[in-house]
């Protein structure tokens, strides 16, 4: 017997509501590591703290970090987007970047069309522009678009299979 309430589902709000928090917390958390190395340099200048140790330490703490984020980000869009190789290695090419992810090391590099190395081991290398961690964390927002969607669709389909068997 078909009944209407198995045709129409508005189950689907709550995991939005979920993503949508998700989502704004994880951008948050970038907010807050791009932002980190001027915020200590400024509580290390207002302690009268100089020392450039302390601040170079902070400083390669928080990019390792951020390094650590793009890199699963570029997994993600590599699993999505790359070319897989016989060795298992992913690569995917832009106008201005080669990405690689090695495997079954799970490594990831990115290099600039220079030939200069971006990302490599997880951490952003010092020669990276502005510009290349623009890229980077267009990747990010790109690769969290991607897992939500993909959350959202797997969602989706368990509420609909959900109510069909009520």
């Given at each position: 017997?078909?009944?209407?309430?198995?045709?129409?589902?508005?189950?689907?709000?709550?995991p939005?509501?979920?993503?949508?928090?998700?989502?704004?917390?994880?951008?948050?958390?970038?907010?807050n590591?791009?932002?980190?190395?001027?915020?200590?340099?400024?509580?290390?200048?207002?302690?009268?703290?100089?020392n450039?140790?302390?601040?170079?330490?902070?400083?390669?703490?928080?990019l390792?970090?951020?390094?650590?984020?793009?890199?699963?980000?570029?997994?993600?869009?590599l699993?999505?987007?790359?070319?897989?190789?016989?060795d298992?290695?992913?690569?995917?090419?832009?106008?201005?970047?080669?990405?690689?992810?090695?495997?079954p090391?799970?490594?990831?590099?990115?290099?600039?069309s220079?030939?200069?190395?971006?990302?490599?081991?997880?951490?952003?290398?010092?020669?990276?522009?502005?510009?290349?961690?623009?890229?980077?964390?267009?990747?990010?927002?790109?690769?969290?678009?991607?897992?939500?969607?993909?959350?959202?669709?797997?969602?989706?389909?368990?509420?609909?299979?959900?109510?069909?068997?009520?």
């Open positions: 017997m078909d009944t209407p309430y198995r045709q129409q589902s508005s189950f689907s709000e709550p939005q509501e979920l993503d949508t928090l998700a989502t704004a917390q994880v951008k948050d958390l970038h907010t590591i791009e932002q980190s190395p001027e915020l200590i340099n400024d509580q290390l200048k207002g302690a009268g703290i100089t450039k140790p302390y601040l170079d330490a902070a400083t390669s703490n928080i390792s970090a951020q390094g650590r984020i793009f890199s699963e980000s570029v997994k993600s869009m699993d999505f987007q790359g070319d897989k190789h016989p298992g290695s992913r690569t995917f090419d832009s106008d201005n970047y080669h990405f690689r992810l090695d495997s090391s799970g490594s990831v590099s990115v290099t600039a220079n030939g200069g190395t971006i990302l490599a081991q997880g951490k952003v290398m010092e020669e990276a522009s502005e510009k290349d961690i623009e890229a980077l964390q267009t990747i990010n927002d790109l690769a969290q678009e991607l897992v939500q969607s993909k959350h959202l669709a797997q969602t989706q389909s368990k509420v609909q299979n959900q109510v069909l068997s009520l």
